[in-house]
């Protein structure tokens, strides 16, 4: 049974494909981390190889544009291990964060809808955009509340998490599922496939990503519910 030694969230953990992402990016993090990189200028690299990507996709290059889109998102992954490892996670860090995420998601969405310029893309990319930041911002301010009350893992106990790559194909393949459905750092992936000279794949990958962030939208007001229904039961206890 293998066990790596490093700063990995405890997201990864039943995360089939964050689990592969952080073997490739835990290498080029560690060298980071050598160079004495901030976790902000790791986040600043990451968003420069965005826009870069953004101008090869308005050109008409899907090689250079995934090829710069994957190399963000490597980025963007490892920015957050270099915060654990070097013990400097911070709230306005993680916020900075998210919010350029949001941020990647929004304009890469827009490049689309202006590149294609037709209405029913324009609509998918406005509807997957506007559902998109609703449900990021509603899971991060939960993830946030969590770090405030100190029932997430810290970054001094992230800093030298023991994570399991050893699974059984059962638990594999049932994170593999769920992994498709979350909108976690897996959920960039379906961009990587995004095509500037096919617009058939946008349309299929548009529709996917309405999938996606309708599913989680409805998990998250599911969670609001039972947490609205337990938070009742309390009050009714105390009076």
């Given at each position: 049974?293998?066990?790596?030694?490093?700063?990995?969230?405890?997201?990864?953990?039943?995360?089939?494909?964050?689990?592969?992402?952080y073997l490739?990016?835990?290498?080029?993090?560690?060298?980071?981390v050598?160079?004495?990189?901030?976790?902000?200028?790791?986040?600043?690299?990451?968003n420069?190889?965005?826009?870069?990507?953004?101008?090869?996709?308005?050109?008409?290059?899907?090689?250079?544009?995934?090829?710069?889109?994957?190399?963000?998102?490597?980025?963007?992954?490892?920015d957050?291990?270099?915060?654990?490892?070097?013990?400097?996670?911070?709230?306005?860090?993680?916020?900075?964060?998210?919010?350029?995420?949001?941020?990647?998601?929004?304009l890469?969405?827009?490049?689309?809808?202006?590149?294609?310029?037709?209405?029913?893309?324009?609509?998918?990319?406005?509807?997957?955009?506007?559902?998109?930041?609703?449900?990021?911002?509603?899971?991060?301010?939960?993830?946030?509340?969590?770090?405030?009350?100190?029932?997430?893992?810290?970054?001094?106990?992230?800093?030298?998490?023991?994570?399991?790559?050893?699974?059984?194909?059962?638990?594999?393949?049932?994170?593999l599922?769920?992994?498709?459905?979350?909108?976690?750092?897996n959920?960039?992936?379906?961009?990587?496939?995004?095509?500037?000279?096919?617009?058939?794949?946008?349309?299929?990958?548009?529709?996917?990503?309405?999938?996606?962030?309708?599913?989680?939208l409805?998990?998250?007001?599911?969670?609001?519910?039972?947490?609205?229904?337990h938070?009742?039961?309390?009050?009714?206890?105390?009076?």
């Amino acid at each position: 049974m293998k066990l790596v030694r490093s700063g990995i969230n405890s997201k990864v953990i039943g995360n089939p494909l964050l689990r592969v992402t952080y073997l490739v990016v835990l290498p080029l993090a560690r060298q980071l981390v050598k160079a004495k990189f901030s976790p902000t200028s790791v986040t600043h690299l990451s968003n420069i190889f965005f826009v870069a990507s953004l101008f090869f996709f308005l050109n008409n290059n899907p090689i250079f544009f995934s090829a710069f889109l994957i190399f963000s998102f490597i980025l963007d992954v490892a920015d957050g291990i270099v915060a654990r490892q070097t013990n400097s996670s911070s709230a306005c860090g993680s916020l900075y964060d998210h919010s350029s995420d949001d941020l990647k998601i929004l304009l890469l969405l827009f490049v689309v809808g202006f590149h294609y310029n037709t209405p029913l893309i324009w609509f998918l990319t406005f509807a997957a955009s506007s559902l998109t930041l609703l449900v990021s911002s509603n899971s991060y301010s939960y993830s946030f509340k969590d770090n405030l009350n100190g029932s997430e893992s810290s970054a001094s106990k992230d800093i030298d998490n023991k994570v399991n790559f050893s699974i059984s194909a059962k638990t594999y393949l049932k994170g593999l599922i769920s992994s498709i459905f979350r909108l976690d750092g897996n959920f960039m992936y379906y961009f990587f496939f995004l095509n500037p000279n096919h617009k058939n794949v946008t349309l299929i990958l548009l529709i996917a990503i309405l999938i996606v962030v309708s599913s989680n939208l409805i998990y998250s007001y599911i969670r609001l519910y039972k947490q609205a229904k337990h938070i009742d039961k309390e009050l009714l206890r105390w009076k």
